[in-house]
């Protein structure tokens, strides 16, 4: 017994001093925590961060390491990776106790491991300081929705009688890709896309968007296909995720039979599909110069009728259940007060 027990702690020692040659020049925290939460190996950075040494973090619980709060968290993912015998990743954000504008956000890899050198199965955590990364993103966010703002306001100042309905039409399509449970990337998508779908409003004749009267069929098709003159300007501007794409397939049928290229079901983006119900919606219980928005029970009606040809049946049932379901009547009856198109300096 005394022989064998040599022998684990000579292998002990041998892996701890190949995993810290391995592991001390990395930039993010390694270690190695077993399933009473107690580190079993822990490189330079995990001990820097708990201010002592490196030979020190081997034995040590996580709640001393990281604190009661961050252990509760840790262990929960150590669980899950060891339950589900696969990696587990998270993203989350440690708080600093003396200085709340202070913090860090963490991405955490979770990796479980069986039984290596006699050792006891455990989990090799992977963490990366991540803030950097993520509050760059957040101001190359915040610029591109500003940008999209002034470009809404530009469209805005020169169709009055709708100068909330792209404002409007990206808040019900954000609803209905919650509600879907879309991924955030085409949540933000669909918000983006809906907001600039008018852009090309710019290149139509002001005296048609300000008319007080029933336009023609060419006339709302001018209106209509501005859509497309939309995807056109924004070709090429990275937002993230497909805007452009999304506007040039809005006027695409599930059926196969809209245009410009006669796509139809699941060959048209989700985010196209989100964005013409919610467009579609909006104009329908929005009152215009010339008629009253339509109650919501009716404008619902109109859209189910078009279910499995113009319009995702899904799409429809996801702004039902939101309408229904999640305050979206209540939310949303402003939309069928008429506005007073605000005067221009020019009209001043």
């Given at each position: 017994?005394?022989?064998?027990?040599?022998?684990?702690?000579?292998?002990?020692?041998?892996?701890?001093?190949?995993?810290?040659?391995?592991?001390d020049s990395q930039p993010n925290e390694i270690a190695i925590?077993?399933?009473?939460?107690?580190?079993?190996?822990?490189?330079?950075?995990?001990?820097?961060?708990?201010?002592?040494?490196?030979?020190?973090?081997?034995?040590?619980?996580?709640?001393?390491?990281?604190?009661?709060?961050?252990?509760?968290?840790?262990?929960?993912?150590?669980?899950?990776?060891?339950?589900?015998?696969?990696?587990?990743?998270?993203?989350?954000?440690?708080?600093?106790?003396?200085?709340?504008?202070?913090?860090?956000?963490?991405?955490?890899?979770?990796?479980?491991?069986?039984?290596?050198?006699?050792?006891?199965?455990?989990?090799?955590?992977?963490?990366?300081?991540?803030?950097?990364?993520?509050?760059?993103?957040?101001?190359?966010?915040?610029?591109?929705?500003?940008?999209?703002?002034?470009?809404?306001?530009?469209?805005?100042?020169?169709?009055?009688?709708?100068?909330?309905?792209?404002?409007?039409?990206?808040?019900?399509?954000?609803?209905?890709?919650?509600?879907?449970?879309?991924?955030?990337?085409?949540?933000?998508?669909?918000?983006?896309?809906?907001?600039?779908?008018?852009?090309?409003?710019?290149?139509?004749?002001?005296?048609?968007?300000?008319?007080?009267?029933?336009?023609?069929?060419?006339?709302?098709?001018?209106?209509?296909?501005?859509?497309?003159?939309?995807?056109?300007?924004?070709?090429?501007?990275?937002?993230?995720?497909?805007?452009?794409?999304?506007?040039?397939?809005?006027?695409?049928?599930?059926?196969?039979?809209?245009?410009?290229?006669?796509?139809?079901?699941?060959?048209?983006?989700?985010?196209?599909?989100?964005?013409?119900?919610?467009?579609?919606?909006?104009?329908?219980?929005?009152?215009?110069?010339?008629?009253?928005?339509?109650?919501?029970?009716?404008?619902?009606?109109?859209?189910?009728?078009?279910?499995?040809?113009?319009?995702?049946?899904?799409?429809?049932?996801?702004?039902?259940?939101?309408?229904?379901?999640?305050?979206?009547?209540?939310?949303?009856?402003?939309?069928?007060?008429?506005?007073?198109?605000?005067?221009?300096?020019?009209?001043?």
């Open positions: 017994m005394a022989a064998n027990l040599k022998d684990l702690a000579r292998r002990f020692d041998a892996q701890h001093k190949f995993l810290r040659l391995v592991t925590i077993d399933e009473s939460s107690t580190y079993r190996f822990g490189n330079k950075k995990v001990a820097d961060r708990a201010g002592i040494e490196a030979s020190e973090v081997a034995g040590k619980t996580l709640a001393a390491m990281v604190g009661p709060v961050q252990a509760k968290l840790i262990e929960k993912l150590n669980r899950e990776a060891m339950a589900e015998g696969a990696p587990v990743t998270d993203v989350h954000r440690e708080e600093n106790a003396d200085d709340a504008e202070k913090f860090k956000v963490i991405q955490s890899e979770h990796i479980p491991l069986g039984e290596t050198l006699g050792m006891p199965p455990g989990v090799l955590m992977v963490s990366e300081d991540i803030t950097e990364a993520v509050m760059e993103r957040k101001k190359r966010e915040k610029t591109m929705r500003e940008l999209v703002n002034t470009l809404v306001t530009v469209v805005d100042r020169r169709d009055p009688y709708s100068a909330h309905h792209s404002t409007r039409t990206a808040e019900v399509a954000r609803a209905i890709s919650n509600e879907m449970d879309l991924e955030e990337v085409l949540i933000e998508t669909a918000d983006i896309a809906a907001s600039l779908m008018n852009l090309g409003k710019i290149l139509v004749p002001q005296e048609l968007l300000t008319a007080d009267r029933k336009l023609t069929t060419e006339e709302r098709m001018l209106i209509r296909n501005s859509t497309l003159t939309s995807a056109d300007l924004l070709e090429g501007i990275d937002f993230g995720g497909p805007v452009a794409q999304t506007l040039g397939q809005m006027l695409e049928f599930v059926d196969g039979s809209g245009v410009p290229n006669g796509f139809g079901g699941d060959d048209i983006l989700k985010t196209a599909q989100i964005c013409a119900v919610a467009n579609t919606f909006v104009g329908l219980v929005s009152p215009r110069s010339y008629r009253e928005g339509m109650d919501f029970i009716k404008a619902v009606d109109i859209l189910q009728g078009d279910v499995d040809h113009q319009f995702s049946r899904g799409v429809v049932a996801a702004l039902v259940s939101h309408l229904e379901n999640k305050g979206g009547k209540a939310d949303w009856e402003h939309f069928r007060v008429l506005d007073t198109p605000a005067e221009t300096d020019s009209d001043a």
